[in-house]
């Protein structure tokens, strides 16, 4: 188990989650994956603005909120991402990225760095619409049953009882993956000529299914639990489990 000044070292010097928090134990985790949340909701005004200069600069529509704004969103995405490149001058790497070791451009010649820059500005944009539709909404940095479950620390976004949050980063990246096919050769064996998933849609499938969870009435309460020895209690309906952290040290996380 690391010690106080280790996991004080750990969140002073993180950058990335490439710094392996697990190796902090339970408490270090937490406290670790909250300062990168910490970096990335701070970051949001600034990654919004960065977004509507892109979109402007690239002839691109007005980003006014709305959930129309996105299906506008998307038909932009389609050109941009037709180009394979775009004008980023920007050098930094989103809090939650990892560049995998020794890993080439991603399709259609895109560079990682940019792409996951484009990722993180396009899903702060989406939560917003999200958020406007859903009150209640907030981002949260995720707490899941247990400690080494597969959303455990990621930034998503919560309203609460829906036991699924929805994932801004995901569904930007989904939307963005997603033009690649539209823009083969229909000759191509892995050309699709319909879009499976866009930012509108993402935006729907999370909508809808939380106005008829509400509907049903069952209570708001956010599944984000506090940092520490309270992080993965679920005080929502589906009670009764925490974070275990002798799992995590058996198992060498």
Known sequence: ???????????????????????LGTRGYWAFQDALFDRFMA????RLDELRTLVAD???????????????????????MAHGQWDDPADWLPVWARLPTGAGPLPL????????RL????????????????????WVCWREREFNLNRTGEFLLDKGTFPTPAAP?????????????????????????TKKYTLRSEFDRHVLRRLEWEAEGRPLDFQAAPTGD?????????????IRAKIGERRGY
């Open 1 to 23: 188990m690391a010690s106080k000044d280790q996991i004080a070292r750990a969140i002073a010097d993180a950058e990335t989650v490439r710094d392996n928090p697990f190796n």
């Open 43 to 46: 970051a949001k005004p600034q």
């Open 58 to 80: 690239t002839g691109g529509p007005e980003l006014d909120g709305s959930p129309e704004s996105l299906g506008l969103l998307d038909d932009w995405l389609s050109r941009l």
């Open 109 to 116: 010649g895109l560079e990682r760095p940019p792409y996951y």
């Open 119 to 138: 990722q993180e500005r396009l899903a702060f944009y989406l939560g917003d619409v999200l958020i406007s539709q859903l009150p209640g909404s907030q």
């Open 169 to 193: 980063l995901d569904s930007a990246a989904s939307a963005m993956a997603s033009v690649w096919p539209t823009l083969l050769d229909p000759s191509d064996r892995d050309y699709e000529p």
């Open 230 to 242: 309270g992080a993965g209690v679920n005080r929502g309906p589906y009670k009764g489990s925490r």
